[in-house]
């Protein structure tokens, strides 16, 4: 359940915010002054804050100021105050809204709910899981581009890591090296696809046990190779 920090010296409105943000299914705490608010905002986790512009003790542009520094948490500024430089330094220190009092508490439900899943699909986004691959004993982070041969990092060029990722990601295809050129180097590389021989020759040195007789990357004779599952 998603946790929301009310703070708003103003009992009757911090009480309405609450009752149809709760009505919406939202775990809702209230914080009746800056001093307070501030900090259950830096050492309590709340999914959303909603913070009142004019506050006793510390105002809503300093706690602001003092949770964008430490959280990324989501706050919805709202004051009374219409004028638009206010509007503007609130955005200006981090908050993702302004809402100007008085307001229709389902707007407010509505705000916070948009705020919560953008919030939430940047989040997923960013902490999305590395594509890995993994066979026997070899694993590529694709995205991380690491490789390790039985638990030990091994360090890759560029085109060698790509060379053996497009492989590993397409397991007994059989490439010719015209393909496998074509594919990795395209038309930035003035070799040709005895590029491929060299680079294919390098990999196995880092991933195979023995080279002449490779577990991963096999030779095709008169073809090109293929990746072994």
């Not at 590395?130 to 490789?147: F, M, P, Q, S």
Request: proline share 3%; aromatic share 8%; glycine share 6%.
């Amino acid at each position: 359940m998603n946790k929301i920090l009310i703070v708003e010296d103003e009992e009757a409105i911090a009480d309405l915010e609450k009752d149809y943000l709760e009505l919406s299914g939202f775990e809702v705490e209230v914080a009746n002054d800056g001093e307070t608010g501030l900090e259950k905002a830096l050492n309590e986790d709340f999914n959303l804050l909603i913070l009142d512009l004019m506050l006793p003790g510390v105002d809503g542009f300093e706690i602001c100021r003092q949770v964008r520094d430490k959280k990324n948490t989501p706050i919805i500024m709202v004051s009374a105050k219409k004028d638009d430089i206010d509007k503007i330094r609130g955005l200006g220190l981090g908050a993702d809204d302004y809402m100007t009092k008085p307001f229709s508490p389902s707007e407010l439900v509505a705000r916070v709910k948009a705020h919560l899943a953008r919030y939430e699909r940047l989040v997923g986004s960013a902490a999305e899981a590395n594509k890995i691959i993994e066979i026997r004993g070899l694993k590529i982070d694709t995205t991380a581009r690491r490789v390790w041969v039985n638990g030990e990092e091994k360090n890759f060029t560029t085109k060698e890591f790509d060379l053996l990722t497009f492989l590993a990601s397409h397991p007994n295809h059989v490439y010719t090296k015209d393909e496998l050129f074509s594919e990795i180097w395209d038309m930035e590389s003035i070799g040709d696809i005895a590029t491929v021989t060299v680079h294919i020759k390098k990999i196995r040195e880092k991933i195979e046990m023995d080279t002449a007789n490779p577990q991963y990357i096999e030779t095709i004779w008169g073809v090109g190779y293929r990746f072994k599952m």
